[in-house]
């Protein structure tokens, strides 16, 4: 197990921590899921600086303040829709994983908490996301030497189970 990688079940908008990843949608003005328990968490004033952002593209990432969350920033990722894999999404969700990182590093934050990206209603495979995940994670660590504290919060047992074994590999 990677000292600068913990993995915990629970709620993300809980976590105080320098970011919180939302897995958003395009709009970035918030959905379901973990998009938006994120959102009324933080509270409306989220929402309008979201919409002063114009949007994300599928792979791409934007930082806002984190308003009435315990973290300071939530990093706003769209991750893609599982359309069989033949149309970049094992690229795209691994692009997520990256500009979240390359912002946190720019912001000089020191931990990140990530849920599952595109595995809800976006339908990506759940052992193939955490595969991606963990391996673009790790990847990134070990090029830019950062030391930063990453968090992989899952939401059940099943998503716990597949992150468990593959970090333990």
């Not at 829709?81 to 934050?109: F, M, T």
């Not at 908490?113 to 070990?142: E, H, Q």
Request: with cysteine.
């Amino acid at each position: 197990m990677d000292p600068n990688i913990t993995l915990i079940r629970g709620d993300i908008t809980t976590l105080k921590v320098d970011a919180i990843v939302n897995a958003a949608n395009r709009s970035l003005l918030g959905g379901g899921g973990v998009d938006g328990a994120i959102h009324r968490a933080a509270g409306p004033e989220l929402l309008e600086v979201c919409r002063a952002l114009n949007g994300c593209e599928t792979g791409e990432a934007k930082i806002t303040p984190g308003f009435h969350l315990p973290s300071s920033y939530v990093i706003h990722t769209v991750g893609p829709v599982w359309r069989g894999g033949k149309n970049k999404e094992q690229e795209l969700l691994g692009r997520c994983y990256r500009r979240c990182l390359e912002l946190a590093l720019e912001h000089r934050l020191t931990s990140i908490a990530f849920p599952n990206i595109s595995t809800g209603v976006y339908g990506f495979p759940k052992t193939l996301a955490a595969d991606i995940a963990i391996m673009t994670v790790r990847k990134f660590l070990k090029q830019h030497g950062a030391a930063l504290g990453i968090i992989f919060v899952v939401y059940d047992s099943e998503n716990e189970s597949i992150y468990h074994s593959i970090l333990e590999d």
